[in-house]
């Protein structure tokens, strides 16, 4: 599975943006998928994670009520909604497929990893 995120950027605090994650490959369903992020000087820590048909979905307290983490597997594409954004949330965010089926927030669950888009939340 290969992995490419998309649709960081720039938000004024208080906004929202949506980023996306494109996966190939005709397995997609089979992934549990999650979102990470990794702010400047720390470690890589876990935002989101959703299972293989969205029955279940896990959210990191910080990000919990704010952020919703989706799937369309028609489309091969995992989706994180985040709204109410905060200086704090600034980072890059990866998103992540684990080779089978369940729900995982520790980063070595999972074993495909895309390259990162940069989310920058700023006045």
């Known amino acids: 599975v290969q992995l490419q995120a998309f649709r960081g950027g720039l938000v004024q605090p208080g906004g929202s943006l949506r980023l996306s994650c494109a996966a190939s490959?005709?397995?997609?369903?089979?992934?549990?998928l999650g979102w990470f992020r990794q702010a400047p000087g720390k470690e890589r820590e876990f935002v989101a994670a959703?299972?293989?048909?969205?029955?279940?979905?896990y959210y990191a307290d910080s990000v919990e009520g704010r952020f919703t983490i989706s799937r369309d597997n028609a489309k091969n594409t995992v989706y994180l909604q985040m709204n109410s954004l905060k200086a704090e949330d600034t980072a890059v965010y990866y998103c992540?497929?684990?080779?089978?089926?369940?729900?995982?927030?520790?980063?070595?669950?999972?074993?495909?990893w895309g390259q990162g888009t940069q989310v920058t939340v700023s006045a």
């Open positions: 992540a497929a684990a080779a089978r089926g369940g729900i995982y927030s520790r980063h070595y669950e999972y074993d495909y």
């Open positions: 490959g005709r397995t997609f369903s089979r992934h549990a």
């Open positions: 959703i299972s293989r048909y969205a029955s279940s979905t």
